[in-house]
């Protein structure tokens, strides 16, 4: 049995936590059948951090509609707490604002996308080193993955290594050292949750879209066809807890 520390970093729609559940039920429904327990600690809502890593096997944050450009106190803390269990070789996985907090903490920027959101089913690509990784093991160059964020890792941090990237988000996958790793995809996602979190946000999404000169009504319909399977998200967070616990 696995011990893992979920730091919950956000609190999804209404609608969605009605139809779908919460950011850590993703977790728990992906990771629980593998042999996972959790500890949940919700510290954007303020609550204490253990005093250290060392009684789980691994640390994993979640994405949050929250932004790293606007820092609070309790980001802090969470950052130098991963950072501290991966110091005591406890391994660490940021998941969208995870990753993005990871990046900060180890002098990386978080900035506003220019090329949009990007949220629905992407394709995203493995570099070179991406492919040797293990956090890797057993998914194809290319792969479909749920995405949903607005801000993106700009430039690579000093000593981070780029595993994978596409047109909207160069910075997909990050490696800090032997024990870090942080995806900007949402590999606990599915398309059943990737739906209705695109209809919770439809009319964001439109007004969006018409500031970027498309026609009304188009972006949110296109999204939801375009969904597809995306088996390689749990491959991914099993391949962490095997390979790196």
């Known amino acids: 049995m696995k011990n893992v520390l979920l730091l919950k970093a956000g609190d999804a729609a209404h609608s969605v936590r009605l139809s779908v559940g919460d950011y850590e039920h993703w977790f728990v429904e992906t ?10 600690r919700h510290v954007h809502q303020g609550a204490n951090l253990p005093g250290g890593a060392e009684g789980y096997d691994a640390v994993i ?11 609070e106190p309790w980001m802090e803390r969470a950052a130098d707490f991963m950072l501290d269990a991966a110091a005591h070789r406890v391994p660490v996985l940021g998941v969208c604002f995870g990753h993005q907090l990871l990046a900060y903490a180890h002098g990386g920027r978080v900035v506003r996308n220019t090329h949009g959101r990007e949220i629905g089913t992407v394709e995203v690509r493995l570099s070179e080193e991406g492919r040797e990784d293990p956090l890797f093991d057993g998914v194809a160059e290319r792969f479909a993955i749920q995405a949903t964020h607005e801000d ?8 981070a290594t780029v595993l994978a990237g596409n047109g909207n988000t160069a910075m997909q996958a990050l490696a800090f050292g032997s024990h ?12 059943v949750a990737m739906r209705a979190l695109i209809l919770a946000r439809a009319e964001k999404l439109e007004v969006e879209a018409v500031a970027r000169g498309h026609l009304p009504g188009e972006r949110v319909p296109r999204l939801l066809a375009g969904l597809a399977p995306s088996p390689s998200g749990r491959r991914i967070l099993q391949n962490f807890v095997e390979h790196f616990t």
């Open 31 to 40: 990771l629980a059948p593998t042999g996972c327990r959790f500890e949940i």
């Open 61 to 71: 944050m979640t994405g949050s509609p929250l932004s790293v450009t606007q820092l």
């Open 152 to 159: 993106i890792v700009e430039p690579i941090p000093e000593g």
């Open 180 to 191: 870090i790793r942080g995806v900007q995809f949402h590999p606990e996602v599915q398309p």
